[in-house]
Nanobody
Framework: QVQLVESGGGLVQAGGSLTLSCAPS????????MGWYRQAPGKQRELVAT???????QHADSVLGRFTISRDNAKHTVYLQMTSLKPEDTAVYYC???????????????WGQGTQVTVSS
């Protein structure tokens, strides 16, 4: 079974920075797209940023210029560097990855358990 483990969340003041990491455990042959999503209280989960295996990225307009997604394919790890944090960035951040466990098998979408990011004003 593949599990995605996020780390790096916490409490930070407005204007501060945090870097989230997400690494999978279990049997992994290959990972395609990886991404970060977030869900604030009372709101739907929304896309923050995604990155392909080749390194092409997409960021939500609300975080463009402040957040940067990156990945280390050798470690199967995805990162989200967050700067100039705002109180409205407060949410549970979820990692997502499309994983093939064995050569020739299909890619399935997996989610992490979420990590809380709280930005105080």
């Amino acid at each position: 079974q593949v599990q995605l483990v996020e780390s790096g969340g916490g409490l930070v003041q407005a204007g501060g920075s945090l870097t989230l990491s997400c690494a999978p455990s279990g049997t992994i042959f290959s990972i395609n797209d990886m991404g970060w999503y977030r869900q604030a209280p009372g709101k739907q989960r929304e896309l923050v940023a995604t990155i392909t295996r080749a390194g092409s990225t997409q960021h939500a307009d609300s975080v463009l210029g402040r957040f940067t997604i990156s990945r280390d394919n050798a470690k199967h790890t995805v990162y989200l560097q967050m700067t100039s944090l705002k109180p409205e960035d407060t949410a549970v951040y979820y990692c997502n990855a499309h994983v093939a466990k064995y050569r020739g098998t299909v890619y399935y979408s997996y989610w992490g358990q979420g990590t809380q990011v709280t930005v105080s004003s």
